[in-house]
């Protein structure tokens, strides 16, 4: 096996990666999902364009599935960055850094504002050169307190919106607001109530922070998978 089997990985992402860009959000962002493969032989050609770095970070997962998907979200990373860039270098040369509170980004066009997700069923990226993107997917069929959940990190108003209906409705929610947090470069230290969203009867930003404009400035999509949910928000810096 070669070091670097870039022509190997990206033509298994180019097969299995789908485009899940909505149709609202194509004239500014680009969203694509891949889901993991089972198939041992997959993990270790992403492997082979990892950093020694991220070799090492492998090594610290106490399962195998946690191996294995973050090789393959890694190297999935560094397949979606070689398209932005158009670039035919060997994926491991296809370099990613992230900022103090952890968004990727390409020194190569620091311009181009990435964001990535996953669950247990795949990984979903999505970039744009003229917003602030977030993305966020989750596995909706994990079992947990949803309404406690609600009641503990969102405003009381999602908060009985959970409660009055599916635990999807909580997932929702929940993507939408690290999607949020994501699309201005931050983390769920922010905490979650800095915005607020209302699914129906229309799908509306209602609060969002007022140093970054309000809740005009943002653009927020939800996208289902059949076993996941997931958002996408856009953040316009100029309006």
């Known amino acids: 096996m070669k070091r670097d089997d870039s022509d190997w990985v990206n033509d298994q992402f180019a097969a299995s990666a789908r485009d899940w860009t909505p149709v609202s959000a194509r004239h500014a962002a680009y969203v694509l999902y891949a889901p993991f493969s089972r198939d ?8 082979s364009v990892l950093s020694d770095a991220e070799l090492q970070r492998v090594d610290r997962f106490l399962t195998e599935d946690g191996k294995v998907q973050f090789q393959q979200r890694r190297a999935f990373r560094r397949y979606c960055g070689a398209c932005v860039l158009g670039s035919r270098r060997p994926l491991s040369q296809i370099v990613f850094q992230e900022t103090e509170k952890g968004r990727p980004y390409l020194p190569d066009l ?7 997700s996953s669950c247990r069923f795949g990984v979903l990226a999505a970039w744009s050169s003229t917003h602030g993107v977030g993305i966020d997917l989750e596995d909706h069929t994990r079992n947990l307190e949803a309404t406690e959940l609600a009641r503990q990190f969102f405003s009381k108003a999602e908060a009985r919106a959970v409660e009055r209906a599916c635990p999807r409705t909580f997932f929702n929610l929940w993507t939408l607001k690290e999607a949020a947090l994501k699309s201005i470069g931050e983390g769920l230290s922010m905490g979650l109530d800095a915005f607020e969203f209302e699914l129906t009867p229309n799908l509306r930003v209602i609060r969002a922070p007022g140093n970054h404009g309000g809740p005009e400035r943002f653009i927020a999509q939800l996208i289902d998978g059949t076993d996941s949910c997931a958002a996408l ?3 316009s810096a100029f309006r």
């Open 40 to 47: 041992p032989e997959v993990s270790r050609r992403c492997g």
């Open 110 to 116: 620091p311009n181009v504002w990435f964001s990535f």
């Open 233 to 235: 928000v856009m953040f």
